[in-house]
Nanobody
Framework: QVQLVESGGGLVQAGGSLRLSCAAS????????MGWFRQAPGKEREFVAA????????YYADSVKGRTTISRDKARNTVYLQMNSLKPEDTAVYYC?????????????????WGQGTQVTVSS
C-alpha cells in the first residue's frame, strides 16, 4: 500500500533551519505531484509548498516564500522541504501529501495520500 513517511522535524530556535523529508513507497513516485501542508493547534490545515511530477514547477505559500525550498529526488522517492529563518509561527505538524494531478496543488482536498506528520516547534 501507499506510504508517505515524514522525518526531520524537531525543536529549533527562531532563525534556525530544518530540512523535512518525506519518503514515498507503494506508488510510482514520478507520477505524483507532492505537497507539504501544516496544521497548528486550533487552526485549519494550510498549504506550505508543492512540486509538480517532474519538479519543473514549485509553489509556495506567501508566509514561507523566500525562506523555504521544496525539492524531490526521484532516485530516492523522496520529497524535501528546506526551511530557513524559522519563526515561532511556523510551529505546526507538517504533513506530506501526494496527488496524481497537476492542478490545484495548493488545495488539500485535491491530494489522495497523506503521511502521519512530523512536529516542528520553533522557540522564540
Amino acid at each position: 500500500q501507499v506510504q508517505l513517511v515524514e522525518s526531520g522535524g524537531g525543536l529549533v530556535q527562531a532563525g534556525g533551519s530544518l530540512r523535512l523529508s518525506c519518503a514515498a513507497s507503494g506508488l510510482t513516485f514520478s507520477a505524483y505531484s507532492m505537497g507539504w501542508f501544516r496544521q497548528a493547534p486550533g487552526k485549519e490545515r494550510e498549504f506550505v509548498a508543492a512540486i509538480t511530477r517532474t519538479g519543473a514547477s514549485t509553489y509556495y505559500a506567501d508566509s514561507v516564500k523566500g525562506r523555504t525550498t521544496i525539492s524531490r529526488d526521484k532516485a530516492r522517492n523522496t520529497v524535501y522541504l528546506q526551511m530557513n529563518s524559522l519563526k515561532p509561527e511556523d510551529t505546526a505538524v507538517y504533513y506530506c501529501a501526494a496527488t496524481s494531478g497537476s492542478y490545484y496543488l495548493t488545495q488539500y482536498n485535491h491530494y489522495t495520500y497523506w503521511g502521519q506528520g512530523t512536529q516542528v516547534t520553533v522557540s522564540s
